[in-house]
């Protein structure tokens, strides 16, 4: 009795028969990209074409497209873009306050050089230190300088050569590469608008990514003389054109046997202008000459202040009176001596100095355990 208990149900061992249709049918609905083994030699090669690709993402585009290097790489292109709009849509809601400002100019040409600066936000300092969004924030910096045209006539508030530009018409702009970029190795051919490329940047990093602002240098077409732009950045681990403070500075430089004489600048010049533009992010300013400058009521008592109170707050406030970082004197002495040396009447005329986040504030969280109390409360 004993023993036929334990002995087990002869129906629970049946097998169900499986018939050589059953089998064919497993065997034709299994998927043909599963039987394609990527090639570790293609692998590489995406991922060296491709910065910041996984290699199960390599792995999988060789799989999708039987090992063909070219359908691979656009499968990519074509799958980061899916996947950048759908977590970009995710993420739109959360702030960024991290981020850096880049800062790009041209080269010297017979009326001077632009410049351009902008600020692109993300979430963490984490990612401000990744390679990939350094480059994407100096693509963004070269194609303001390169593609778009600055607005001829001042806005409301603007004055001197720097223009602020519209971000939505950026982000429609086609990207450029940077300078830092081997345009050989690329492996994207078609073109990218800047919207596109943060969205991929987005998929890549996982992170809310915006542009925030932009700004350019503009030179008038009846310009005087040379106008010199010089950029500056700090605060970006030693990369040339990104860092959490980015400034430029314009100067124009006529020489003094009159206008129309062409203007080359000197090693001298040029290094007043590089360290002009450092000075302006060790040493923030609200204006650069003294009459553009306004003193609070607080500081001037109704004109009744100590001069040397007035003087100490424009000293401190004002760039040209401030003293110069590299030394030499005050700022307007340092460029008074440089153009007495070279023979040329130099005007610093604009400068524009940004911090990332800067103005931004960020939004109140509310603890779990006082949003739980509330809704307890509220019952």
């Known amino acids: 009795m004993f023993r036929s208990l334990l002995r087990p149900a002869s129906s629970s061992l049946k097998a169900f028969p499986v018939t050589g249709r059953q089998i064919l049918r497993q065997a034709t609905t299994a998927s043909p990209a599963s039987a394609v083994k990527p090639n570790i030699k293609l692998v590489a090669e995406i991922r060296k074409q491709i910065e910041g690709i996984s290699m199960l993402k390599a792995k999988e585009a060789l799989t999708q497209t039987n090992n063909d290097l070219e359908k691979a790489l656009q499968w990519v292109i074509e799958d980061e873009a899916k996947s950048g ?32 600066i902008v600020e692109v936000n993300c979430e963490t300092d984490f990612v401000s230190r990744n390679n990939l969004f350094k480059e994407l924030v100096t693509e963004i910096a070269s194609t303001a300088l390169l593609v778009l045209e600055s607005p001829a006539a001042a806005s409301e508030g603007q004055t001197g050569f720097v223009r602020e530009v519209s971000v939505t018409e950026l982000l429609q702009a086609p990207i450029l590469p940077s300078p830092t970029q081997d345009t050989a190795s690329t492996a994207q051919d078609e073109i990218t608008t800047v919207q596109e490329s943060i969205t991929k940047m987005i998929a890549k990093l996982g992170e809310n990514i915006s542009l925030r602002r932009c700004a350019v240098i503009n030179i008038p077409e009846n310009q005087r003389g040379l106008v010199l732009t010089g950029a500056a950045t700090h605060g970006g681990e030693k990369h040339p054109y990104t860092g959490k403070m980015g400034a430029l500075s314009v100067m124009t430089l006529v020489s003094k046997k009159g206008g129309s004489t062409k203007v080359v600048p000197s090693e001298a010049v040029t290094t007043l202008s590089r360290q002009l533009t450092r000075h302006l992010i060790a040493s923030p300013s609200i204006a650069i000459h003294q009459e553009d400058c306004k003193i609070p009521l607080e500081v001037s008592n109704g004109g009744h202040a100590p001069p040397e109170e007035v003087d100490a707050w424009l000293d401190e406030r004002v760039l040209m009176r401030q003293p110069f970082i590299f030394g030499g004197g005050k700022v307007e002495q340092v460029v008074a001596k440089v153009a007495k040396d070279e023979g040329l009447r130099i005007k610093v005329t604009d400068a524009v100095r940004w911090e990332r986040g800067e103005g931004m504030v960020k939004a109140e969280t509310v603890d779990f355990a006082e949003e739980v109390r509330r809704q307890i409360e509220n019952k």
């Open 85 to 116: 709009i759908k977590k970009a849509e995710k993420l739109k809601d959360r702030q960024a306050l991290e981020g850096l400002v880049g800062v790009m100019v041209g080269e010297v040409g017979e009326h001077g050089n632009r410049g351009a």
